[in-house]
């Protein structure tokens, strides 16, 4: 009398040991790509954050400049032609106030640079493969 598994065909020790490793190695390469790409991303929005927050600055130091020539030229003369040096002023104010809020919202969605996706993908997984060994 033999002794046969209703299972199916038994795969040699061998085969699993070299699909776990292909697949195990298959898997790490996807997560590191993973990583690499948010990495990228979160860097990306940083530098256009700090661009943004570079422009506000140079808008805001002409905005000063305009505003100082408003007020001398307010108390030198008593003439409409302060208030063409007050409109520009006043708008580039405005676009350095618009520049840094931008540059305030890709900051945030930039820092920290880190993989949070990935690493909780990695987690996942690594919950699946403990769960896998614990029911075998």
Known sequence: MSTQHDAGPEVPIGRLVGN???QTSR??????KLAIREVTTK???AA???GAFGAAAVLGFYAGML???CLV???ATVMPAWIAALLPGVLLLLLAAVAALVGRSQLRKGV???PEQAVARVRE???VVTHQGKQS
Do not use: C, M, W, Y
């Open 125 to 127: 997984d690594i919950e």
């Open 27 to 32: 898997l790490a390469k996807a997560e590191v």
């Open 20 to 22: 776990l490793t292909e």
């Open 43 to 45: 860097i990306k929005h």
């Open 73 to 75: 030229l307010g108390l």
């Open 48 to 50: 256009v954050g700090g």
């Open 112 to 114: 920290p640079p880190v």
């Open 67 to 69: 505003l100082l020539a």
